[in-house]
């Protein structure tokens, strides 16, 4: 039983029990990661009758993202790891669509005009991820993803997606079989927040 999270985009929780969604909530919300996330997760356990002391393991997106959504799911993971005794996997919230979609371009709004994107075949990972403007991403194939609907002129045909964070924990849970290890809970921001360097410098 996997709990699994994303905030790289939609607040999305998923409680994956092999390969099935016991249960799932998603809200598309920018600036409203940490309103919604601890409730996302409460209506997800309730709706299945389970509790902290029932799961396996919990997964989490580690972006590429914006700053503030990122942290809230990252320390809502590391948090609830502690609280409950249960291992937390970190995975590249862009996985999740390249698992779904399989041979495609994975493509997020990093803002400022950029985006995040990776490219994938049967699945995996192949290239990425990357930060840079859109005309600078080499596609191939179809084109995945809610920062690729942005920019029709680049991206045309694409489809507007966010990870759906069942999917990340079905693509941890198969490298766990494999008996990979390291699953690391840094988050991938791609370039230097705003506001950065030391003070009077």
Request: proline fraction near 7%.
């Amino acid at each position: 039983m996997i709990l699994a999270l994303d905030t790289s985009a939609a607040v999305a929780v998923s409680l994956v029990d092999g390969e099935a969604v016991v249960a799932s909530r998603s809200t598309f919300a920018p600036r409203g990661h940490a309103e919604l996330l601890s409730g996302h997760v409460h209506d997800v356990l309730a709706e299945a009758d389970v509790d902290g002391a029932d799961l396996d393991s919990i997964v989490v997106g580690t972006g590429p993202a914006p700053f503030t959504g990122l942290r809230v799911g990252l320390v809502t993971a590391r948090t609830l790891g502690f609280a409950w005794g249960v291992p937390v996997r970190g995975a590249c919230s862009l996985d999740a669509l390249g698992a779904e979609h399989r041979d495609v371009t994975v493509v997020a709004d990093a803002r400022r005009k950029e985006v995040y994107w990776a490219r994938y075949a049967d699945g995996v990972r192949i290239e990425g991820p990357h930060v840079s403007a859109p005309t600078d991403v080499p596609v191939e194939g179809a084109v995945v993803g809610r920062g690729a609907a942005l920019y029709p002129e680049v991206f045309a045909g694409a489809v507007a997606a966010d990870p759906d964070p069942a999917w990340l924990a079905r693509v941890v849970a198969a490298q766990v079989a494999t008996g990979a290890l390291d699953f690391p809970l840094e988050p991938l921001y791609l370039r230097r927040p705003d506001v950065h360097g030391v003070p009077g410098a």
